[in-house]
């Protein structure tokens, strides 16, 4: 079982930083894949980056070259740092980690950019 735990969302101008943590609980955190996702309202919920316990990465298309996902095994947690926000990233964003069939989520946190 692993607890996810979002923070640092909140209100930024467009053009502006942010960057999410998710600080995990459980066993055994370098093993799994860890994503960030998003929802806006209306949306589906959709991939922004991951990273695999290898440290590989992926991003969505929207917003690479402006986010960068890692990971610090040791303390259990990924990071999202998020650069040049635009008004179309305002979403929940939420902290996923998963492992062959194990699948666990965060409560999100709320980031809104404003134009």
């Known amino acids: 079982q692993v607890q996810l735990v979002e923070s640092g969302g909140g209100l930024v101008q467009a053009g502006g930083s942010l960057r999410l943590s998710c600080a995990a609980s459980?066993?055994?955190?370098?093993?799994?894949?860890m994503g960030w996702y998003r929802q806006a309202p209306g949306k589906q919920r959709e991939l922004v980056a991951r990273?695999?316990?290898?440290?590989?990465?992926n991003y969505a298309d929207s917003v690479k070259g402006r986010f960068t996902i890692s990971r610090d095994n040791s303390k259990e947690t990924v990071y999202l740092q998020m650069n040049s926000l635009k008004p179309e990233d305002t979403a929940v964003y939420y902290c996923?980690?998963?492992?062959?069939?194990?699948?666990?989520w965060g409560q999100g946190t709320q980031v809104t950019v404003s134009s």
């Open positions: 459980g066993s055994f955190f370098s093993i799994y894949a």
């Open positions: 996923n980690a998963q492992w062959i069939s194990n699948d666990y």
């Open positions: 990273i695999t316990s290898g440290g590989t990465t």
